[in-house]
């Protein structure tokens, strides 16, 4: 296991480490309102590490994921994360259930992308996920914006759709091709239903609402943040907290939707949700980067000019 044997500027996490971070997304999830079976895993499974008589670290350099799902409590979703958290990676549910907005790293962690053009994706495209900006590089969009020449665009287009990559997986670690499977099984109506139920509940002050750590100096709880699940998936829904939505105003339009349980390091595990400003679905909640599926989703409730559009 390369990733882990190769990580020279600090110490693999302890067990008690790992252990304690699992207590605290335990904690927030019961906090924020999360299912009570949800915070109890994460508990559970912090306590059996601690007991683990063998550094958690040596297992996954030895046995990859498998092995850490071996380890009593530990599921699927638990031993991806560890996974993450020993090669020294940043556990964006974490981070998420803290307030931080880790937008802005993910897009510099694209081939191409640094802080300052990444910063300019979310201030002039309104961009909020890697989903979004596979889109815009495929659109026309990315081409338009000073920076972004057409070797540029091209090493983004590559970059999201996994060509060159050379890196095998871990042992256990799902390909990203099982990656983007798994996302393209989440229906359209399924994010609706999620946006749906968030913004009645927030606009009913029914939901816990966290201090966010971006855009927001006076440290204000403001941010209403839902945890819920459809079928097996578990997802946090939270109104957008960049830069691009306090200039537009649509800090409370916006609604951003993770899946919490999906792989590590996979691109496209969360979505936004708007109202379209315009065209045949304007006045719509829309998934952005998905809009032909809603157009299909709504293609009922459209004038009948627009029924048969294609």
Same mark, same amino acid.
């Given at each position: ?142 081409? /338009? =914006?000073? !920076?972004?020449?057409?070797? +540029?665009? #091209? ?7 996994? $060509? %060159? ?114 065209? /045949? =679905?304007? !006045?719509?909640?829309?998934? +952005?980067? #998905? ?7 709504? $293609? %009922? ?10």
């Amino acid at each position: 296991m390369s990733r882990i044997s190769d990580l020279t500027d600090k110490p693999p996490p302890t067990n008690s480490e790992l252990a304690e971070k699992l207590e605290q997304v335990s904690e927030l999830l019961r906090s924020q309102g999360a299912d009570p079976y949800r915070s109890s895993a994460y508990a559970r499974a912090a306590k059996a590490i601690r007991e683990h008589t063998k550094p958690l670290w040596q297992v996954a350099a030895a046995q990859g994921i498998p092995g850490l799902e071996d380890i009593k409590f530990v599921g699927p979703s638990i031993a991806r994360a560890l996974w993450q958290l020993i090669c020294g990676e940043r556990w964006n549910l974490l981070e998420r259930l803290l307030g931080r907005d880790v937008t802005l790293e993910l897009f510099s962690s694209v081939p191409n992308i640094g802080p300052k053009l990444a910063q300019r994706l979310q201030d002039e495209l309104a961009i909020e996920s890697l989903a979004e900006l596979e889109a815009a590089a495929w659109d026309g969009r990315l081409a /338009k =914006l000073p !920076g972004f020449g057409e070797k +540029r665009v #091209r090493a983004v287009r590559e970059s999201l759709a996994g $060509r %060159g990559r050379t890196q095998v997986p871990p042992e256990g670690q799902p390909s990203k091709q099982d990656s983007d499977q798994v996302l393209a099984e989440v229906p359209i109506e399924e994010l609706l239903d999620v946006d749906d139920e968030y913004r009645r509940s927030a606009a009913r002050n029914e939901l816990p609402r966290i201090a966010p750590r971006n855009f927001n100096p006076t440290v204000e709880a403001w941010l209403p943040v839902l945890h819920t699940s459809r079928s097996n998936r578990h997802y946090t829904a939270m109104f957008s907290n960049t830069r691009r939505a306090h200039e537009m105003h649509t800090t409370h339009d916006w609604v951003v939707i993770y899946l919490d349980d999906h792989y590590p390091g996979a691109l496209h595990g969360q979505w936004t949700v708007i109202t379209s400003q315009f065209g /045949k =679905l304007k !006045g719509k909640r829309i998934v +952005r980067g #998905r809009e032909s599926e809603c157009l299909e989703h709504y $293609r %009922g409730q459209l004038p009948d000019s627009s029924k048969d559009h294609r």
